[in-house]
């Protein structure tokens, strides 16, 4: 079987995309390097999925570029190998909020404004601002003006 062949079997065909349209977002970031299609977009709703989709492109050796919001200025979400971009908008919530500790756990599809929105219920805000309204999970993985404090808890929690 191919890789999307497999693909259609663990995550729905709505969340695949090769439409052209599409395609070109995810060629591109905002900056000034050249784009490259992904031969398609895949839009995991779970951890689980995730696990599921890399386990797959690791078998089939399939680059796997993630893409948050596309607002990168680094270059870091094209394509350059081909294979998909994995985009995480539809992992947008926010798993736990502890306001006592200071602590939230997202998705990596969660903005920056809509952590806010939700922070400033208890009186708090996530002062972060990398001048975009970007997802957490690629100013994490850009490590985008973060914080010493950021940084440190980001990479806790996600390993070396």
């Known amino acids: 079987m191919t890789f999307f062949e497999e693909l ?10 090769k439409n052209q349209t599409l ?3 995810h060629s591109r970031d905002e900056s000034y390097h050249q784009p490259c299609l992904p031969e398609a977009v895949v839009f ?6 995730v696990s599921e989709i890399m386990k797959l492109a690791a078998r089939h050796q399939m680059p796997v570029v993630p ?3 596309g607002s990168s200025l680094e270059g870091n979400i094209i394509p350059y190998s081909g294979g998909i971009s994995l985009d995480f908008s539809l992992m947008n919530n926010i798993i736990t909020l502890r306001e006592n500790d200071f602590l939230v756990t997202v998705q ?12 400033k ?16 999970g690629g100013d994490g993985g850009n490590q985008c003006q973060w914080d010493l404090s950021s940084q440190i808890w980001y990479h806790a929690r996600s390993g070396p």
């Not at 995991?44 to 999925?49: H, K, L, N």
């Not at 990596?108 to 922070?119: A, D």
């Not at 219920?121 to 957490?136: E, I, N, Q, R």
């Open 108 to 119: 990596p599809g969660v903005t920056r404004s809509q952590l806010n929105k939700e922070l």
């Open 67 to 69: 893409f948050g919001y």
């Open 23 to 25: 395609l070109e977002q």
């Open 121 to 136: 219920k208890y009186g708090m805000f996530f002062s972060v601002d990398p001048g975009a309204d970007a997802t957490l």
């Open 8 to 17: 259609n079997q663990i995550i729905p065909k709505k969340q695949i995309s």
């Open 44 to 49: 995991p709703a779970s951890t689980a999925e």
